[in-house]
């Protein structure tokens, strides 16, 4: 009964914790320092600079630097620097990140993404059905992806620099080395 009853306690706080969540709507060109935000939707062009935010959605462009990101979801480019994103996150577009660390799945629809000395844990890549070419991950510089990468579309590379490293299983695509 008393486990009953903290279920229904936390359910309540949730609920009470989201409905006084405060999202900010934003177009154009926004830049923020070093504050707290609960949910950031956006359309242009967004920079972080030391900034925590629990949720972005933004169809745009993303730039940070040492920000806390809970959960992420960029359609168009994110480069980002120094940045940790918690929980899952997606980029549809372009995306580097340097010095940067993503603690759950990241799920990308891109030609192309560049990682340089960041932690991932795991790299879902989707097909992108206008494109037929090679669906490429750059590993550079010290990054580690400590779960597995999946390409959808079959036709993946990792390009896999020295001092880089892939510790779980690649399907979907294949690993090149660098020397």
């Avoid at 969540?21 to 609960?38: F, H, W």
Wanted: with cysteine; charged share 15%.
């Amino acid at each position: 009964m008393r486990l009953k009853s903290l279920v229904f306690g936390l359910i309540a706080l949730s609920l009470i914790v989201s409905a006084f969540a405060e999202t900010t709507k934003v177009t154009g060109a926004n830049q923020y320092g070093e504050v707290t935000l609960d949910t950031l939707d956006g359309v242009g062009l967004i920079k972080l600079n030391a900034t925590t935010v629990e949720t972005i959605n933004l169809t745009g462009s993303l730039i940070t630097q040492d920000a806390q990101i809970g959960t992420l979801n960029v359609i168009g480019e994110a480069n980002l620097k120094g940045t940790t994103i918690q929980n899952a996150g997606s980029v549809m577009g372009s995306l580097q990140a340097t010095r940067s660390t993503f603690q759950n799945t990241l799920t990308i629809l891109s030609q192309k993404a560049l990682f340089t000395t960041s932690t991932l844990e795991a790299i879902t890549v989707k097909r992108d059905s206008g494109y037929k070419g090679k669906q490429i991950l750059e590993l550079r510089h010290h990054t580690i992806i400590n779960g597995p990468i999946h390409f959808e579309s079959g036709k993946g590379e990792v390009i896999v620099h020295p001092t880089c490293q892939v510790l779980g299983e690649v399907t979907g695509g294949k690993v090149i080395k660098k020397h």
